[in-house]
């Protein structure tokens, strides 16, 4: 099922996307899209028995605003460095261990929603990846196959970040992850039993029209399943968290100087297989 939350700001209501492409009304099955909803599996079925049912209110998508597909949000983890290709790109050795750095949830924004370069930003860059929805609680986890198990869905993420913040001002990484809007996500959220194999989707991003990023998940260092596995040893994953898996070659940072960092005016458009669009307009704070 493709998930999706709509309408203003801080008042999104619960929808789905049928696969006629047509925008319904989940507000009178469910409250929200969020971990609740990932962790019931007899509110999941009867969703998807309304869905299939095509009884679902219709609602009019003209105008209205898409939100983040996932609600009130415990924790965004992010993993670094987790494709061969863009390790390459930057001259860093692939990691032995995933690298890891933490997002607040409140960086959400929604998947067309305008995004914030900070003050006295130089080094703004894009990052499409994978995002991975919890669905149970995940602990201690003994394999891969077990990590995919706890997997409620996936969504389409632009980790955007700013590279001096990052790298050049002490510290960690989380300074230049955790800008206002830095976290767009969506439109939708696929739900797992319609991603058999997390590696093999393609992931695009364009910058004003100009394709900047063209991998795939197989490049990933680390899979879905062992990211899941691994970072269960180190905290609790609860239903509703989101795991940021990583970006393939092709950010601002791994281009030769003069490197084409963001700046207000920018559009950038992301894409992943099944996962669907993001647009954004980049503007000053």
């Known amino acids: 099922m493709k998930l999706l939350r709509v309408g203003p700001v801080g008042s999104e209501r619960p929808a789905l996307l049928d696969r006629d492409g047509t925008l319904r009304d989940l507000s009178g099955l469910i409250t929200d899209v969020d971990g ?13 028995d309304a869905a299939e049912s095509g009884e679902l209110p219709v609602l009019d998508a003209e105008g209205l605003r898409i939100g983040a597909p996932v609600g009130r949000i415990g924790k965004i983890v992010g993993i670094g460095l987790n494709y061969f290709g863009h390790a390459a790109e930057i001259g860093a050795e692939p990691p032995a261990e995933p690298i890891l750095f933490l997002k ?16 006295g930003s130089v080094k703004t860059d894009w990052e499409a990846e994978l995002g991975v929805v919890i669905g149970s609680t995940a602990r201690y986890l003994d394999s891969a196959v077990q990590g995919l198990a706890h997997v409620g869905g996936y969504v389409l993420v632009n980790d955007v970040s700013e590279r001096e913040f990052q790298i050049e001002r002490g510290g960690t990484w989380d300074k230049g992850k955790n800008c206002e809007t ?14 058999p194999n997390p590696q093999v989707l393609d992931v695009k991003l364009w910058v004003n029209g100009e394709l900047q990023q063209d991998g795939n998940t197989s490049d990933q260092i680390f899979p879905v399943g062992e990211v899941v596995r691994y970072l269960s040893h180190f905290m609790t994953l609860y239903s509703g968290d989101v795991i940021v898996t990583g970006t393939p070659a092709g950010v601002a940072m791994g281009r030769p100087e003069p490197k084409p960092y963001l700046r207000a005016g920018d559009v950038v458009e992301v894409e992943i297989e099944g996962l669907g669009r993001q647009r954004q307009e980049f503007k000053g704070a």
């Open 182 to 195: 830095f976290t767009p996500i969506g439109p939708w959220l696929l739900t797992a039993d319609e991603v």
């Open 36 to 48: 609740g909803l990932l962790a019931d599996d007899s509110v999941l079925t009867r969703v998807r």
């Open 104 to 119: 607040a949830a409140d960086t959400v924004v929604g998947p067309d929603d305008t995004v914030l370069i900070p003050r």
